[in-house]
């Protein structure tokens, strides 16, 4: 073959041979990623996932690149904001509603449990509670929404969804774990007398788990910052057969019962 007609079987051949570029590039860029991965090498597969995940804007191979991303860079390389970069692409581009929404729910507890940012923590478990769930899900996403809320120091908006979570009847577990968390935000915001009310009712509606909380000892410390002493100390009475160290109890009541004497008004104590 001349010189020339080599030139023109090339520029005509070239077209045909690049029209498969993309696709066998996807492949090869998927198979050294799955290599790398077997292999725990992280370095190279999470970039060739990257790129398979850029390269394919509306789903299709892109999905699985990002399936494989979001495992190993959530759960063995810990890093954070890249798979919540590919968990997002799950939520926008996955077929199943099922793997959108744990998607979703991957992306609130890393904001809220790893990357510990509190603002895109509310935002995100929002974005859950507009999901269908079921009444626990529902429960536990609300459940973190409060407790973002309260880290952020927006008291009266944590008592709100805290209030909702009660209003909704939540399981026995539910109750016990919500008043725990409302009793510790009333204090926080110095509602010490509400505060006690909520201590007093778990204490009668849960003592197993209020023996193993130790919640009765939160309520002690209520009851000294409003100087109620005696109650105080009626509460830690009533802690010794359950306390591991009853030596502890004996010298806080002692100590309660100087801090009671010396009370002003008090005086009728010292005859």
């Known amino acids: 073959m001349s010189p020339r007609l080599k030139l023109v079987s090339f520029v005509f051949a070239t077209p045909l041979f690049c029209g498969g570029c993309t696709f066998n590039m ?12 077997d292999q725990r090498n992280y370095a190279t597969a999470l970039p060739l996932l990257q790129m398979l995940v850029d390269h394919h804007p509306e789903g299709g191979r892109g999905v699985e690149a990002a399936r494989t991303g979001a495992r190993a860079a959530h759960l063995d390389t810990k890093n954070y904001p890249l798979a919540v970069k590919f968990y997002r692409y799950l939520v926008m581009k996955s ?16 904001y809220y449990e790893n990357l510990q940012d509190l603002d895109q923590s509310v935002i995100e478990f929002e974005k859950l509670l507009k999901l269908e769930n079921t009444p626990d ?23 709100t969804e805290l209030n909702v979570l009660l209003e ?23 509602q010490l007398n509400e505060a006690t009310g909520l201590w007093e009712s778990v204490l009668k ?31 830690l009475e009533s802690m010794r057969e359950t306390y591991p ?27």
């Not at 130790?214 to 000294?224: D, G, I, P």
């Open 137 to 159: 899900e529902a429960f536990r996403y609300r459940l973190y929404l409060a407790k973002s809320q309260l880290g952020l120091n927006n008291v009266e908006q944590a008592l």
């Open 95 to 110: 077929d199943s509603p099922e793997e959108r929404k744990g998607a979703q729910r991957a992306i609130a507890h890393i």
């Open 205 to 235: 509606d849960f003592p197993e788990r209020s023996t193993k909380d130790n919640v009765a000892m939160n309520l002690v410390v209520v009851y000294e910052e409003l100087k109620e002493f005696g109650k105080a100390i009626t509460v």
């Open 168 to 190: 909704n009847k939540p399981p026995a577990d539910g109750v016990f774990e919500i008043k725990m968390l409302k009793a510790n935000v009333l204090v926080a915001n110095k």
């Open 245 to 271: 160290n009853p030596k502890f109890l004996d010298q806080r009541i002692e100590r309660l019962k100087e801090r009671q004497y010396n009370l002003p008004g008090a005086q009728g104590l010292k005859r």
């Open 26 to 37: 996807d492949w090869l860029r998927q198979y050294r990623a799955q290599r790398a991965i």
